[in-house]
């Protein structure tokens, strides 16, 4: 048995669907509670109804995204753990860049299923988990205090909150942060100057999914069709990755 078909095994399938499990229904019995609760206190059911209705149609095609992070990171990590993370706490840019990180600081080109071993397998997993967990134990300690905090910065700084200000704030830190890495590793500085390395398609994907989502964003914005929000995402990511592969299919 290879690594691979190790990292999906029986055990690891189980042990992740028994969290899955346990997460959809947690999430059934809150979304129980919440309808009774709408019935108690006189809400219209047809309206809930169609809120319900509106809410599966509006979540189905955005979770395309996710499902192609679970792909792509099940080549070198197997299905369970990639289908764990992102069914229950992992982001989909956080995922594939520690997973890419980690494998890379082990000694590892990246995410290569030629080169994966249980070892590495091992620190990638545990340097992902140690990573996001700070998220839910931060929550769980400040997040009453925060959740004050943002209420009081609501109406300040021309109607923006603090939170708004945070988000937009690490949004371009990381976009900055991930432009210099693909810069980086298309010109690299050597001994005898500047060399072109001809690691280009990260900034392929780059661009046309940053044009992509501009795309999405003047419909949704200047054309009042908010609607497409939930599909920008999704939408991006296929841009991208067909730009890159068609990129390293021509050149």
């Known amino acids: 048995m290879n690594v691979l078909d190790q990292l999906s095994s029986t055990p690891l399938y189980l042990i992740s669907g028994v969290v ?17 609760a709408g019935v108690a206190i006189g809400m219209d059911e047809t309206k809930m109804k169609r809120a319900i209705t509106s809410s599966v149609t509006f979540t189905i095609l955005p979770s395309v995204s996710i499902l192609l992070g679970v792909i792509a990171l099940s080549g070198t990590l197997g299905i369970p753990l990639p289908w ?7 982001a989909l840019h956080y995922e594939t860049s520690v997973a890419d990180i980690a494998a890379k600081s082990i000694g590892l080109s990246g995410l290569s299923a030629q080169e994966m071993t249980l070892e590495a397998f091992t620190t990638i997993a545990l340097l992902m988990t140690a990573g996001i967990i700070w998220g839910v134990v931060c929550m769980t300690v400040f997040g009453k205090s925060y959740c004050n905090r943002l209420q009081r910065s609501s109406g300040k700084s021309g109607g923006r909150s603090f939170g708004d200000m945070a988000m937009t704030a690490m949004f371009i830190g990381l976009i900055t942060a991930y432009i210099g890495s693909y810069v980086g590793q298309l010109v690299q500085m050597q001994a005898g ?14 661009v046309f999914s940053g044009l992509t989502m501009a795309v999405f964003v003047y419909f949704a914005e200047k054309k009042q069709m908010a609607w497409l929000d939930n599909f920008s995402i999704a939408g991006s990511m296929l841009a991208g990755m067909a730009a890159a592969v068609i990129s390293n299919l021509l050149f």
């Open 20 to 36: 899955i499990l346990f997460v959809v229904a947690m999430s059934i019995f809150f979304m129980v509670r919440a309808y009774r």
């Open 84 to 90: 764990l993370r992102l069914s229950v706490v992992g």
């Open 193 to 206: 100057g500047l060399v072109f390395t001809g690691q280009y398609l990260q900034l392929v994907a780059l």
